[in-house]
């Protein structure tokens, strides 16, 4: 006797709160791999590692599936394989956490250098060591100094670099220190730091489609292409699917999306796609899709997803915003030209003077209003409110939101976040 079939169960307001509790974990696991793509068990990121080792499963699916990056974890960590949306985009640059200021070209090549030098190392090594197997590398390649990449710990803006390089290295856990300190040892060279080398991270360190030693090319572009390069789309359904991949990875990564940026074949793909491609984004990260005329931004209510924001408290931040707000307004009544460096220091001097009471103390030294100016630029172009130019800036469609005055329809959405 064959048993009666069985009604389906019905949804419960306990089911219904696990799967939003599950819904809300997902989210915030993945808004912590997009911002930091290496996560680690016993790290700052601990809670959310959890979140990501319960539900890598669906994350893998749905990286995989909407951005082609790989998702890679381990009781130890978790490692986002990204690949960048635009190789030649310079906004996304390592930063110095004292200071504020991103990575020199030398600092790059050090942290390379660093990282093969951990990568024949015992499990435990010292500053000094380190020091010196990347003097003894930078010196047996004459490519570097041809480039003009000297290294040999002369002086103490090269100590300074290798530093910030070191602690680079240890704030992404490759390095535990052990005893002492790089603060000393700036002082006095003599005075050494011992660190343990945690080998599994060193691993997941490198992002690549292809080991550099397998590239033949030489020119950085030849090469950045080489190493970051996919398989190519041998079918209709292979290149739609490389144009959703692109375009999610833009809409994650960067603040606005310019229509104008994209190929033919990614602006009808997004004409036919935006409602589905926008939504799925909406549900898997909870930023909310703003669209305009000229682009589309999604845009962070809670503002912890971005690493770089306008407005913001202090010195830097006022004065980026009093500078977008005067690019804005320059926009609007020049009808899109370019604005020279000139003009803008000229403002930022002005700034200071108008401001300087409650403005920090330093913004009065000579040369404050050149550093002040490159500061505020560099934030402004990595929000993509700017297009920078030899000779100057041009403002974006975008930053239209910081002119004054600017006259919106009651209810209507305004304009681009910076978020």
Same mark, same amino acid.
């Given at each position: 006797? =064959?048993?009666?079939?069985?009604?389906?169960?019905?949804?419960?307001?306990?089911? #219904?709160?696990?799967?939003?509790?599950?819904?809300?974990?997902? %989210?915030?696991?993945?808004?912590?791999?997009?911002?930091?793509?290496?996560?680690?068990?016993?790290?700052?990121?601990?809670?959310?590692?959890?979140?990501?080792?319960?539900?890598?499963?669906?994350?893998?699916?749905?990286?995989?599936?909407?951005?082609?990056?790989?998702?890679?974890?381990? /009781?130890?960590?978790?490692?986002?394989?990204?690949?960048?949306?635009?190789? #030649?985009?310079?906004?996304?640059?390592?930063?110095?956490?004292?200071? #504020?200021?991103?990575? /020199?070209?030398?600092?790059?090549?050090? &942290?390379?250098?660093?990282?093969? *030098?951990?990568?024949?190392?015992?499990?435990?090594?010292?500053?000094?060591?380190? *020091?010196?197997?990347?003097?003894?590398?930078?010196?047996?390649?004459?490519?570097?100094?041809?480039?003009?990449?000297?290294?040999?710990?002369?002086?103490?803006?090269?100590?300074?670099?290798?530093?910030?390089?070191?602690?680079?290295?240890?704030?992404?856990?490759?390095?535990?220190?052990?005893?002492?300190?790089?603060?000393?040892?700036?002082?006095?060279?003599? =005075?050494?730091?011992?660190?343990?080398? =945690?080998?599994?991270?060193?691993?997941?360190?490198?992002?690549?489609?292809?080991?550099? /030693?397998?590239?033949?090319?030489?020119?950085?572009?030849?090469?950045?292409?080489?190493?970051?390069?996919?398989?190519?789309?041998?079918?209709?359904?292979? *290149?739609?699917? %490389?144009?959703?991949?692109?375009?999610?990875?833009?809409?994650?990564?960067?603040?606005? &999306?310019?229509?104008?940026?994209?190929?033919?074949?990614?602006?009808?793909?997004?004409?036919?796609?935006?409602?589905?491609?926008?939504?799925?984004?909406?549900?898997?990260?909870?930023?909310?899709?703003?669209?305009?005329?000229?682009?589309?931004?999604?845009?962070?209510? #809670?503002?912890?997803?971005?690493?770089?924001?306008?407005?913001?408290?202090?010195?830097?931040?006022?004065?980026?915003?009093?500078?977008?707000?005067?690019?804005?307004?320059? /926009?609007?009544?020049?009808?899109?030209?370019?604005?020279?460096?000139?003009?803008?220091?000229?403002?930022?001097?002005?700034?200071?003077?108008?401001?300087?009471?409650?403005?920090? +103390?330093?913004?009065?030294?000579?040369?404050?209003?050149?550093?002040?100016?490159?500061?505020?630029?560099? $934030?402004?172009?990595?929000? +993509?409110?700017?297009? $920078?130019?030899?000779?100057?800036?041009?403002? %974006?469609?975008?930053?239209? $939101?910081?002119?004054?005055?600017?006259?919106?329809?009651?209810?209507?959405?305004? &304009?681009?976040?910076?978020?």
């Amino acid at each position: 006797m =064959n048993a009666p079939d069985r009604l389906p169960r019905k949804e419960t307001p306990i089911d #219904s709160a696990r799967e939003q509790a599950a819904l809300h974990e997902r %989210r915030r696991a993945l808004r912590a791999l997009l911002q930091r793509p290496l996560l680690t068990a016993d790290g700052p990121f601990a809670d959310e590692f959890g979140l990501v080792r319960k539900h890598a499963e669906k994350l893998r699916e749905w990286l995989t599936t909407h951005t082609g990056w790989a998702l890679h974890v381990t /009781s130890e960590i978790a490692r986002l394989r990204k690949t960048p949306a635009d190789l #030649s985009d310079t906004t996304f640059a390592a930063i110095e956490d004292r200071t #504020s200021m991103n990575f /020199s070209r030398r600092r790059y090549v050090l &942290l390379c250098l660093a990282l093969v *030098a951990l990568e024949r190392s015992d499990r435990q090594t010292t500053l000094t060591i380190l *020091a010196d197997g990347i003097v003894t590398a930078c010196q047996a390649e004459p490519v570097f100094a041809a480039n003009g990449i000297v290294f040999d710990l002369s002086d103490q803006i090269q100590r300074r670099d290798l530093v910030a390089v070191i602690r680079f290295i240890i704030d992404r856990q490759v390095l535990s220190r052990i005893h002492g300190d790089e603060e000393q040892y700036l002082r006095d060279e003599r =005075n050494n730091v011992l660190y343990t080398v =945690n080998r599994p991270i060193l691993n997941a360190m490198l992002c690549v489609q292809r080991g550099p /030693s397998t590239i033949s090319a030489h020119s950085l572009d030849d090469r950045l292409g080489g190493i970051t390069a996919e398989i190519a789309p041998d079918t209709e359904e292979a *290149a739609n699917r %490389r144009i959703r991949w692109q375009l999610n990875r833009r809409l994650l990564e960067q603040p606005v &999306l310019y229509y104008r940026d994209l190929t033919d074949a990614e602006r009808t793909y997004l004409d036919r796609q935006r409602s589905r491609v926008l939504g799925q984004i909406t549900d898997a990260t909870g930023l909310i899709p703003e669209v305009r005329r000229e682009g589309i931004a999604m845009l962070d209510e #809670s503002g912890d997803f971005t690493d770089c924001k306008l407005a913001e408290e202090g010195t830097d931040g006022h004065l980026t915003l009093l500078l977008a707000e005067f690019l804005a307004t320059e /926009s609007r009544e020049e009808g899109g030209e370019v604005i020279g460096y000139a003009a803008l220091r000229a403002k930022t001097a002005e700034l200071i003077g108008e401001h300087r009471k409650h403005w920090r +103390r330093d913004v009065t030294e000579p040369g404050a209003d050149h550093a002040l100016t490159e500061m505020a630029i560099r $934030r402004l172009e990595a929000l +993509r409110l700017i297009t $920078r130019f030899d000779h100057g800036v041009l403002p %974006r469609p975008a930053i239209a $939101r910081y002119s004054v005055g600017t006259v919106t329809m009651e209810n209507e959405p305004a &304009l681009f976040s910076a978020g």
